[in-house]
RNA sequence: GGAGCGGUGACCGAGUGGUUGAAGGUGCACGCCUGGAAAGCGUGUGUGCGGCAACGUACCGAGGGUUCGAAUCCCUCUCGCUCCGCCA
């Protein structure tokens, strides 16, 4: 969510990051109108108010000295005024109903440094990691993989849960729980704190992270809609600190967990029907961080970077890819993601997003921090920054391992990396 | 599902319808004390909104109501806790 106070202090910055966004000059008028609105409401009524304020201590005085007369006199007078009061508070409600409607469904404001365009094509490539495997035979996509080899089964899935879904059998669960295993000890190591968090949440942390209410229609939720199914566990992480101050030695703050994702993909229909690129669940290991707001962008290297190290480790070729103003999603201010090249598909596709919200997501959750004291004076608490990354998506990378390290005979050979979580160098057909 | 009890400041915890933004404690900061520290003592310490500021105003889970005036009385909702039932 946008901090209202710039709405007057640096219009300019935010006019220009939500053009970037693609907001319509209609909708800033819109919001400017009702924020200017908000304010002289505000300050109308405060001086309403004052006046009822000073004429009730007057009543009292009065009352103690006995002047019943002029205590019923007042009695009407302030009646009238009272109306007032409340006509103007509704009036006020309303206005401030529609604008916190307008913030919450509004963007992030783009980092200075996130390139514009219009759509992923104009994302900009920082590096390319690792060579490319080359092949004597025409590679194939995982599905073929996974089908030979009797790991992976999506007509079974099928039967149970229709489309956009997978069963993974024997060789492939284990490859998928070894996968897990390996991404939480990594971030275990690089300083994460490992959490277990419920799947089901209420709307107030959907909305707290972003979700809601703009994307209702992307989630799953239970038939009564008390819950909703984690869409990624940045939902459950990043709500953790909800409604806290946190003592700025305490921080950063740095959580992983694993958890299934579950989301339902409306709108791409027809798009990546094949394989297990898109499900409607699937496992991811998460990175979260909290920090100042003048450590965040360090911090975005840092977890980029240890989503990448999981990459590095297993050997997977990858680029870095800055996304553009017009693929960041709605609450980044700036995104990185990962993209690992898969040999039986022949391209780069997303395994990881990493992302820099600022305070967007702390000021929709009140996740604050307290600085520590200078010179005697309490500091005042300020909104932390949030940052979250894939490390990464579990099934896809297990797609990368299975296509990159797919052998002419159908077997597989597994990143060396793996073979302590795993058991084996491969995986043979059976 | 049944029954009961609660939600007050960073944290814990008082609170009679009017001088309570809120006692007390903890924590924290500063000072005194100390060789240094601890303990002890003293002082200070809520958040949001509007305002350059002075200041004003709101906020005691949320929303309504009663009243000239509500943390305090009434209603609804919500979240949590305890006991019973059911259950991995």
């Given amino acids: 969510m946008l901090n209202q106070k710039d709405l007057f202090d640096k219009p300019e910055t935010i006019h220009e990051g939500l053009r970037k966004r693609g907001v319509s000059k209609g909708e800033l008028e819109r ?89 992923e094509s104009q994302n900009r490539e920082e590096r390319l990691v690792g060579e490319l495997p080359s092949f004597s035979f025409k ?15 999506f007509e079974q899935a099928a039967k149970i849960s229709g489309a956009r879904f997978v069963v993974y059998r ?14 939480l000890d990594t971030a275990a190591e690089n300083g994460y704190h490992e959490i277990i968090p419920p799947l089901l949440v209420r709307a107030h942390a959907m909305e707290g992270s972003g979700q809601y209410p703009k994307f209702v229609g992307e989630s799953f939720e239970t038939l009564d809609r008390e819950y909703a199914l984690i869409p990624t566990s940045e939902v459950p992480l990043v709500n953790l600190h909800r409604d806290e101050i946190i003592e700025a030695d305490n921080l950063p703050i740095r959580y992983t967990a694993f958890t299934p994702c579950f989301r339902r993909e409306a709108g791409a229909a027809g798009k990546d029907t094949r394989g297990l690129i ?9 990175l979260v961080a909290f920090t100042q707001p003048e450590n965040a962008e360090a911090e975005l290297e840092r977890l980029t970077g240890n989503a990448e190290s999981i990459l590095q480790k297993l050997g997977l070729p990858y680029r870095v890819v800055s996304l553009c103003t017009g693929d960041l999603g709605f609450a980044a201010a700036k995104t990185y993601d990962l993209e690992v090249w898969m040999s039986g598909q022949d391209t780069y596709r997303e395994i990881s997003s990493c992302s820099l919200c600022g305070d967007f997501q702390a000021r929709r959750a009140k996740i604050r921090f307290r600085r520590h004291p200078e010179g005697g004076k309490k500091a005042k608490p300020e909104l932390i920054h949030t940052l979250n990354g894939s490390a990464l998506a579990v099934g896809r990378t297990l797609i990368a391992v299975l296509e990159n390290g797919q052998q002419e005979d159908g077997s597989v050979v597994l990143p060396e990396a793996l073979v302590p979580y795993f058991g084996a160098k491969t995986i043979a057909p059976a």
């Avoid at 590679?139 to 089964?153: R, V």
Wanted: no cysteine; net charge negative; proline share 4%.
């Fill in 31 to 119: 919001l400017t109108k009702l924020a200017t609105q908000r304010r002289s409401a505000i300050s109308d009524l405060d001086n309403l108010r004052h006046e009822l304020n000073q004429a009730s201590q007057l009543m009292q005085e009065k009352a103690r000295a006995g002047e019943q007369d002029a205590v019923e006199a007042g009695r009407q007078e302030l009646k009238s005024l009272k109306t007032s009061i409340k006509e103007k508070d509704e009036a006020l409600n309303k206005t401030e109903a529609q604008l916190n409607q307008m913030l919450l469904e509004l963007p992030n404001i783009p980092h200075a440094s996130v390139p514009e365009g219009q759509d």
């Fill in 139 to 153: 590679p194939k996509p995982h599905w073929e993989i996974g089908e030979e080899l009797g790991i992976l089964n």
């Fill in 170 to 183: 024997g060789a492939g669960a284990k490859l998928e729980r070894a996968l897990i295993n390996f991404m």
């Fill in 278 to 286: 898109r499900q409607h669940q699937f496992n991811k290991v998460e």
